[in-house]
Antibody, heavy 121, light 110 residues
């Protein structure tokens, strides 16, 4: 069973950098054909894709967040991470990590439980 | 403003058949597979329908999906109280080179 678990600070100050890590178990992020991605959900709102990464380092980012987002992967730890710079209150959301199956689905088939990040001073 | 358009709400009574629609464009639904997710309150989204009306293991066959042109639909037959949730359509967009979500439809079982 594939499991994903988000971790990181639950509170970030405005203008600082939000950093989250997703730890994967039950699968290797180096195995294909999967991308690994981040999605967020503002309180009471819909889902927003942030970006995705392949284990080789190939990344895709949401055009609306591209200037502030970096997604990276650490295959030795079977983890991938997201950094979002210059955060504001609008970045307050539940952040989910998920596996993107390229071939069968294609789409996000396994999700983490999500972690709430609040941007506030 | 979501790239894929869904009605914000839908409702039905137990046993009824309900349809949730998702409208897109030639760069997303028109060219690529549409997936549907169910999100129960306080939980992560769950894959409900993928590809050409495929269901992951454990998803009842009361749920079905279809696509025509640049629109897609999720149908739920034999509506049950536990189907009360938010439903999202998702697709890859070739123009944006990324994943696009619908705004979600909140289904209420009356």
């Amino acid at each position: 069973q594939v499991r994903l678990q988000e971790s990181g600070p639950g509170l970030v100050k405005p203008s600082e950098t939000l950093s989250l890590t997703c730890t994967v178990s039950g699968d290797s992020i180096s195995s294909g054909p999967y991308y690994w991605g981040w999605i967020r959900q503002s309180p009471g709102k819909g889902l927003e894709w942030i970006g995705s990464i392949y284990y080789t380092g190939r990344t895709y980012y949401s055009p609306s967040l591209k200037s502030r987002v970096t997604i990276s992967a650490d295959t030795s730890k079977n983890q991938f991470s997201v950094k979002l710079t210059s955060v504001t209150a609008a970045d307050t959301a539940i952040y989910y990590c998920a596996r993107f199956d390229i071939v069968v689905v294609p789409g996000f088939d396994y999700w983490g439980q999500g972690t709430l990040v609040t941007v506030s001073s | 403003q979501s790239v894929l358009t869904q009605a914000p709400s839908a409702s039905g009574t137990p046993g009824q058949r309900v349809t949730i629609s998702c409208s897109g464009s030639s760069s997303n639904i028109g060219r690529n597979a549409v997936n549907w997710y169910q999100q129960l309150p306080g939980t992560a989204p769950k894959l409900l329908i993928y590809g050409l009306n495929q269901r992951p293991s454990g998803v009842p066959d009361r749920f079905s999906g279809s696509k025509s042109g640049t629109s897609a639909s999720l149908a739920i037959s034999g509506l049950q109280s536990e189907d009360e949730a938010d439903y999202y359509c998702v697709a890859w967009d070739d123009s944006l080179n990324g994943v696009v979500f619908g705004g979600g439809t909140k289904l209420t079982v009356l």
